[in-house]
């Protein structure tokens, strides 16, 4: 079964920067486009970022020009590179791919907190 787990998030300043892995296993990691997501307080999870197969990127509006999301198939692993962080950027974090494989599926997410 899908395994996906989240690490790297933390405690930093407005401007600050942090760099957030996402490991997977218990798939062909390969094969699928893959997705940071967070969720704040009180506030429903929102995709952040995606990267296709073929490593095309999107990103929603508010972290543009701020965080890049990368992919190393030989590791399982997606990254998100967040800088210029502001406090709105506080929330928890979370990888997922796309494909029936990670219905309903999450792990247990990475918290970011960025102080003012």
């Known amino acids: 079964q899908v395994q996906l787990v989240e690490s790297g998030g933390g405690l930093v300043q407005a401007g600050g920067s942090l760099r957030l892995s996402c490991t997977a296993s218990?798939?062909?990691?390969?094969?699928?486009?893959m997705g940071w997501y967070r969720q704040a307080p009180g506030k429903q999870r929102e995709l952040v970022a995606k990267?296709?197969?073929?490593?095309?990127?999107n990103y929603v509006d508010s972290v543009k020009g701020r965080f890049t999301i990368s992919r190393v198939n030989a590791k399982n692993t997606v990254y998100l590179q967040m800088n210029s962080l502001k406090p709105e950027d506080t929330a928890v974090y979370y990888c997922?791919?796309?494909?029936?494989?990670?219905?309903?599926?999450w792990g247990q997410g990475t918290q970011v907190t960025v102080s003012s």
């Open positions: 997922n791919g796309d494909g029936p494989r990670f219905a309903g599926y």
């Open positions: 218990g798939i062909i990691f390969s094969i699928y486009a």
């Open positions: 990267i296709s197969v073929g490593g095309s990127t």
